[in-house]
């Protein structure tokens, strides 16, 4: 089974949308880990953000053009990007509730939010098995509906690359756009 924490493979959700983010726009990949995501992202001409409070994560993306890193305690410490708006924002594998209100301020006009994380159910899979760290059925959509355009949205069980429950969304802010 492939250890979710370590695969370098981008999630095929992310790589699906991650072409409806505006071209050469900035992009934050939220608690990155080892940066699949800003490595994907960068690779596709965007400046990213990769944060992440695990700095031995952080140090897999030196040298990596067009990622910048940034250690920080999202759960803990002060939000890092209050007035700093982003074209892109990625999160996968990771949910904190109270992060959320200033996550969805720093995404741009015509910017793509592309989120996928654990749902009630995982429990039978292993971790994330506490309830704060897993989504409730449609919350993601329920939160994200009235704000911005939904571009796609999924939720239930997955095989691959482990067997898990996951919620996927992907919104843009703004009008709708053209689908991948």
Same mark, same amino acid.
């Given at each position: 089974?492939?250890? $979710? ?7 095929? @959700? ?7 983010? #505006?071209?050469?726009?900035?992009? &934050? ?5 080892? !940066? ?24 897999? %993306?030196? !040298? ?7 250690? *920080?305690? +999202?759960?803990?410490?002060? @939000? ?7 074209? !892109? ?6 949910? @904190?509730?109270? &992060? /959320? ?5 720093? +995404? ?12 009630? !159910?995982?429990? =039978?899979?292993?971790?994330?098995? =506490?309830?704060?760290?897993? /989504?409730? #059925?449609?919350?993601? %959509?329920? +939160? /994200? ?16 690359? @482990? ?6 969304? *992907?919104?843009?802010?703004?009008? $709708?756009?053209?689908? $991948?």
């Amino acid at each position: 089974m492939t250890d $979710p924490i370590t695969t370098l493979d981008p999630s095929p @959700w992310v790589a699906r949308f991650a072409g409806l983010i #505006p071209p050469g726009g900035d992009v &934050l990949d939220l608690a990155c880990g080892s !940066g699949r995501h800003a490595r994907l992202l960068a690779g596709r001409g965007h400046r990213v953000e990769a944060v992440d409070r695990d700095a031995e994560r952080l140090a897999e %993306l030196a !040298g990596v053009a067009g990622v910048a890193t940034r250690q *920080a305690d +999202l759960e803990g410490g002060p @939000w890092p990007y209050f007035g700093r708006g982003f074209e !892109g924002i990625v999160v996968t594998n990771y949910l @904190w509730r109270p &992060l /959320l209100p200033q996550l969805f301020a720093c +995404l741009n006009e015509g910017g793509m939010l592309i989120y996928e994380t654990f749902m009630v !159910g995982n429990e =039978r899979f292993g971790k994330p098995s =506490r309830p704060e760290f897993l /989504l409730r #059925p449609g919350e993601l %959509l329920d +939160l /994200l509906h009235k704000r911005f355009t939904v571009v796609a949205f999924e939720q239930g069980e997955i095989d691959q690359p @482990w067997p898990a429950m996951v919620q996927r969304i *992907a919104v843009r802010r703004g009008a $709708p756009t053209r689908l $991948p």
